[in-house]
């Protein structure tokens, strides 16, 4: 399945009132992520969501379905470490 498939997915399914899947937000991080040194690149590396998460592009893009829908994630999970087996989420 295409990373624009699985991201269609995700937003269908926050728009359905559900919190996106692990893969999904693997997904939509690493297709926004802004470099090593970012919350979405550790977010799509190991899973890791940290304090006061930042998308790393202001309030800029905020009203991207997709970036709702991963922000709902974040919020909904809450800052979390490493997640065992991240790697292994594939597409």
């Not at 991201?7 to 693997?26: C, F, P, R, W």
């Not at 890791?48 to 893009?61: A, K, L, M, V, Y």
């Not at 709902?72 to 997640?83: A, D, E, I, K, S």
């Amino acid at each position: 399945m295409s990373d624009e498939n699985i991201i269609a997915e995700a937003v269908h399914s926050y728009q359905m009132g559900n919190t996106i899947t692990d893969l999904q937000a693997k997904v939509i991080a690493n297709a926004w992520h802004g470099g090593q040194s970012s919350d979405m690149y550790a977010l799509t590396s190991t899973g890791t969501i940290r304090t006061d998460f930042d998308p790393g592009f202001g309030d800029n893009r905020l009203d991207e379905p997709e970036i709702m829908a991963l922000m709902h994630y974040v919020h909904t999970l809450g800052p979390r470490g490493p997640v065992n087996n991240w790697s292994n989420l594939s597409w």
